[in-house]
């Protein structure tokens, strides 16, 4: 199980990395093995602004359906269009390829509130 140093954790299994104001978000490879083959994505809400912890979309596996949910507030400026053709990108390379959405932060200040990966390693029990 990968858990990365450079990023930060929600408790719903979501990471984020952080580029200056704007961030990408996945979910963690924890979450991924959990769901198991992903056949879909859906993210209906490129453009809009979201609250912390708000449902941006949803993540079909093979036996469930799970909402994915913003560690932070912020705009969803892209959704990773590659996901249309190939959503098992996320079970091969979380952390890579398999990011869902960029956005851009409200309130950076927000991040404060996440785990860093020792954190998230004991909240998974890892």
Do not use: C
Not at 36 to 58: H, M, Q, R, W
């Amino acid at each position: 199980m990968k858990i990365l140093e450079n990023l930060k954790y929600a408790k719903n299994h979501e990471w984020i990395k952080v580029e200056g104001n704007e961030a990408l978000i996945g979910i963690s490879d924890f979450a991924q093995h959990e769901l198991g083959d992903i056949v879909f994505v859906d993210v209906p809400s490129v453009g809009e602004t979201l609250d912390k912890n708000e449902a941006f979309g949803s993540i079909e596996a093979v036996k469930t359906v799970s909402d994915v949910y913003m560690p932070v507030g912020g705009e969803v400026l892209a959704f990773n269009e590659a996901l249309e053709g190939e959503p098992a990108l996320i079970n091969s390379d979380p952390y890579g390829e398999g990011w869902i959405v960029r956005i851009k932060m409200t309130d950076p200040a927000e991040l404060n509130d996440l785990m860093d990966a020792t954190a998230y390693k004991a909240e998974i029990g890892l």
